[in-house]
């Protein structure tokens, strides 16, 4: 009877032991899990101030390039000078113009069939607002000498033209009519008289899509 008692308190003292370190095992599985759960949430947070960072210097990038826009389709010449041309245009467009408003203008090399971009730096952005506010006039001259196409755009950095383009191909999707840029601000309207709507980043842009998924959710229901 002894040894079976010997035995028993053998397999109890096992037992309590086993306890105690599947206790102790648990403590420390609940610890990582805490630490786990800390680091996420910090690198969550890090996440989002690298994107703001990213965001500020996009902005500032694009802030800088407020005076720049950029034209598609003015024609080329043969050993051109190409701040004529765009003098002659504005004559043509009765845009008031001196050589002295422009800091940069050239062509970039030819991506496509088409006439090469031409790039231009005002020497401030008001001066570049005259030439963006003429481009109804610039469609009705094009149509009167049934000329090919030509347009003025703001010229939008790389983040900025990224979002742009995703805007365009989204609201296509969503059925909005107009998506369009001004002073380097991308806006969105549904329909001529809706209320516009300013997307100036991706979350912005994947929050108007959820609302519109919504929106087509409910209609269904």
Not at 16 to 29: D, G, N, P
Not at 95 to 119: C, M, N, W, Y
Not at 134 to 143: G, T
Not at 167 to 193: A, D, P, T
């Amino acid at each position: 009877m002894q040894s079976v008692q010997q035995f028993m308190d053998l397999l109890l003292k096992k037992y309590e032991e086993m306890r105690a370190s599947e206790t102790k095992r648990q403590v420390i599985i609940n610890k990582l899990g805490t630490q786990v759960a800390s680091l996420r949430s910090l690198v969550s947070k890090q996440s989002e101030e690298i994107s703001e960072l990213r965001k500020g210097a996009d902005d500032a990038e694009q802030y800088s390039w407020l005076p720049n826009m950029k034209i598609q389709g003015l024609p080329q010449k043969s050993k051109e000078d190409i701040l004529s041309l765009f003098a002659d245009l504005a004559q043509k467009l009765e845009v008031p113009f001196e050589d002295s408003d422009v800091e940069t203008i050239h062509r970039l090399p030819a991506k496509r069939e088409g006439e090469p971009v031409v790039p231009i730096r005002f020497v401030n952005k008001m001066l570049k607002e005259k030439w963006i506010s003429s481009r109804a006039k610039l469609r009705l001259l094009l149509e009167s000498k049934d000329a090919l196409p030509m347009f003025f755009c703001d010229n939008l950095t790389g983040f900025y033209k990224k979002l742009f383009w995703a805007e365009k191909q989204k609201c296509l999707e969503m059925e909005y009519k107009f998506v369009w840029s001004k002073n380097c601000e991308i806006f969105v309207r549904k329909i001529k008289g809706a209320p516009l709507i300013r997307i100036n980043g991706f979350a912005e842009l994947d929050r108007l899509v959820r609302q519109w998924t919504q929106s087509l959710m409910n209609v269904t229901m």
